[in-house]
Every structure is written in structure tokens, then in C-alpha cells.
């Protein structure tokens, strides 16, 4: 029989859903303008690349924005990226 997978959850939690970050950012905030700009770009070329199957991916415009909005803050490493992210 194969192994039971449940995805995680956290107990306690203070709210049911979570709140917008839209909400919390300044509206004149940089990562705003960057947004825009990666929502502008013409991504088809690097997302026919993608193949299917497996696990769902992040979408790679998401991708796209962390890493730039990273290296905006002099952060290239990619752990260093990940620890941000937290």
C-alpha cells in the first residue's frame, strides 16, 4: 500500500485566510514599478519551455519578480534569496 502524503498546516493560526500583502506595501513602494515591468514582459518563449507533469511549478513571472526585486537589494545568493523570502 502506498504511503499517505497530507499536505501541512499549521495549528493556531490567527486567521482563516490570509490577509492581501497588496494592502500592506506603500503605494509608491519599488516593488510596485517592478511588478508592472515584469507584468509587461513577453514571457512565452521561456514558458513553452516548461513541460508538464509533476508537481505544480511557481509561475515563472513570479520567479522572475523575486529574483530582480532580490538582486534591487543586493542579494544574488540564492539562499540568501530563500532566507529573504521567510
Known sequence: MAKVQFKTYTLNE????????????????????LSRIV???DLTELIRTYKSGGTTPFHPR??????????MNNIYS?????????
Do not use: Q, T, W
Not at 540564492?78 to 532566507?83: G, L, M, Q, S
Open 78 to 86: 540564492c539562499r540568501k534569496i530563500e532566507d529573504a523570502m521567510n
Open 14 to 33: 490567527i486567521v482563516l485566510f490570509p490577509s492581501n500583502l497588496g494592502e500592506k506595501m506603500p503605494k509608491d513602494h519599488p516593488v510596485r514599478l
Open 62 to 71: 513570479m520567479l522572475l519578480k523575486v529574483v530582480f526585486y532580490a538582486y
Open 39 to 41: 507584468d509587461g514582459l
